[in-house]
């Protein structure tokens, strides 16, 4: 069926492209169709969130290369991203639904293989933003922790320093209000997406500009964009193998923009601002991230110091790096604890976000039946709002973070599916749409022509590549402790899914199911 590439005509009124879309598609509209292309924009931005990723995994990107892996591993990275968002961008145009990734797989995967092309993929985007979910706000309750450590004196002053069990608590009550956040109605929660994507825009150019200038020792333009940090302590020496482990903090990083695809069905003309948002969200979080990665690296003059667990911080690189920059130069740290809180509020901000995303995707995802207690998940409030999708995922995601209490390891396992199975998840509608739908794809208003095949093959490939990567050793040598629980996680959730798929839902699930 083709597409509306303009407002078509209703009952003598109009009617929005977006939502003549997905009437065509077989939906009703439900939900309250409210966002502007900014405001679908700001959800994907502020799940980027440049301050939150880099901030938190600064320390892996040291580790690994420092300054070279920081800089350059930033852009490879964001530039083969951006042609995962380009093919994803391409797709969106063509199925603006809150569904998103699996139901693009239902529909380029053909008629016989749909069911189960939906099934894997709205899986793997599920549990993956769950996954993100919990890793940005456990995030942040260990920063807490940190400025609550600084803030009492530091780890060499007697400061406090909260147990895993706090820190746990933490969490748990930032999910709280995120979750009270999202039941807000869609025009209070878009106000709040909007003003944490300015937050995050002007947060990365204040601490830019602030850190290296307030900083009384700062590193050479040398170090910055050629110094390579091999003194790891981790037992690797090639030099390609560090650098390909230190993509890791940039592809965490530039993940979730599958969020502006999830908020199709709240987004004027979606099949022309959703693309748009997630293009978007890539590239101006791509050339802010590296503002914001160069100003903090300025400011970087020993990186053995900045990662050991015996500096004020406890090991928190980029915390240690703003307390002293104001330590040195005005004898108190208080300034590096207020930029810390400047980070603190933009990983709100993102947790927040990403709540959305889940909770959308759920109730997409239970509307066609493929979760348990499915008609419960997909109801909408009287503010059309997916009221028991919001607090089903933030109850999940706390449920995984409390791996943490029996093992740091397994914890950090059900993470790695943050980035991982997201990007699988990313990749299956793509791989679908550049073979078996190779000809009967019917692009949107937002189409690649004749590079769409390409693209798409690229995106697909680069997925397969970081896939590989991120389950290498990244110690050695290997032990329990040690050992990489990448591919232990992302294959545990495949073997289940798959399991799951050929016990029951092969007899009952059927795909996306139409309303209308």
């Not at 050339?287 to 690296?297: A, D, E, K, S, V």
């Not at 059309?384 to 973070?401: K, Q, T």
Request: charged share 10%; proline share 3%.
């Amino acid at each position: 069926m083709g597409l509306p590439t303009h407002t078509a005509q209703n009952g003598g009124g109009f009617l929005d492209t977006g939502t003549a879309r997905l009437k065509e598609l077989g939906y009703k509209q439900e939900l309250k169709r409210d966002l502007s292309v900014f405001s679908n924009f700001a959800f994907s931005f502020s799940i980027i969130s440049v301050l939150t990723g880099i901030t938190t995994l600064y320390n892996t990107g040291l580790n690994l290369g420092g300054p070279v892996s920081l800089q350059y591993g930033w852009f490879i990275a964001g530039g083969f991203t951006m042609i995962v968002g380009l093919a994803m961008a391409e797709i969106c145009s063509s199925y603006p639904t809150s569904g998103g990734l699996y139901y693009w797989s239902a529909k380029l995967a053909g008629p016989n293989w749909a069911p189960f092309a939906s099934w894997i993929t709205g899986w793997f985007n599920i549990v993956g933003q769950w996954a993100v979910t919990t890793s940005v706000d456990f995030s942040l309750a260990q920063l807490i922790q940190v400025i609550i450590l600084l803030s009492t004196g530091g780890k060499n002053g007697g400061g406090y320093e909260a147990s895993k069990y706090v820190v746990i608590a933490m969490h748990g009550g930032i999910l709280l209000l995120h979750a009270a956040l999202n039941s807000l109605p869609i025009s209070l929660l878009s106000f709040f997406g909007q003003l944490a994507a300015a937050w995050n825009l002007v947060g990365v150019v204040v601490l830019t500009i602030l850190i290296p200038l307030v900083a009384t020792e700062r590193a050479s333009a040398k170090f910055v964009f050629t110094h390579f940090n091999t003194d790891n302590g981790d037992g690797i020496n090639s030099k390609a193998y560090i650098f390909v482990l230190g993509l890791l903090m940039s592809q965490y990083t530039l993940t979730g923009y599958d969020a502006s695809a999830h908020m199709t069905e709240e987004t004027k003309n979606a099949d022309k601002n959703g693309p748009k948002g997630i293009i978007s969200a890539i590239g101006i979080s791509v050339i802010f991230g590296w503002f914001y990665i160069l100003g903090i690296t300025f400011a970087v003059t020993n990186i053995s110091y900045l990662l050991s667990e015996d500096n004020d911080a406890g090991g928190y690189a980029i915390a240690e790096i703003f307390y002293l920059a104001f330590k040195r130069r005005y004898g108190s740290g208080v300034g590096g604890i207020i930029c810390l809180g400047v980070v603190a509020v933009a990983i709100f901000f993102c947790g927040m976000s990403s709540v959305t995303s889940n909770s959308r995707m759920a109730y997409a995802f239970s509307r066609d039946g493929a979760m348990p207690l499915s008609s419960l998940w997909h109801k909408v409030n009287n503010q059309e709002v997916p009221i028991n999708a919001v607090w089903l995922s933030v109850v999940i995601s706390f449920c995984m973070a409390l791996t943490y209490l029996g093992s740091e390891v397994a914890f950090q396992a059900m993470v790695s599916i943050a980035t991982i199975g997201l990007y699988i998840a990313y990749a299956l509608p793509i791989f679908f749409r550049v073979t078996l739908a190779r000809k009967s794809f019917i692009p949107g208003p937002f189409n690649l022509g004749r590079y769409g095949v390409l693209v798409g093959w690229i995106a697909v490939l680069w997925v397969a590549t970081i896939s590989i990567l991120f389950s290498l050793p990244v110690t050695y040598p290997i032990t329990n402790e040690t050992l990489n629980y990448t591919p232990v996680a992302v294959g545990g959730l495949l073997i289940l899914t798959i399991s799951s798929w050929i016990l029951s839902a092969r007899h009952w699930f059927r795909g996306p199911v139409t309303n209308v």
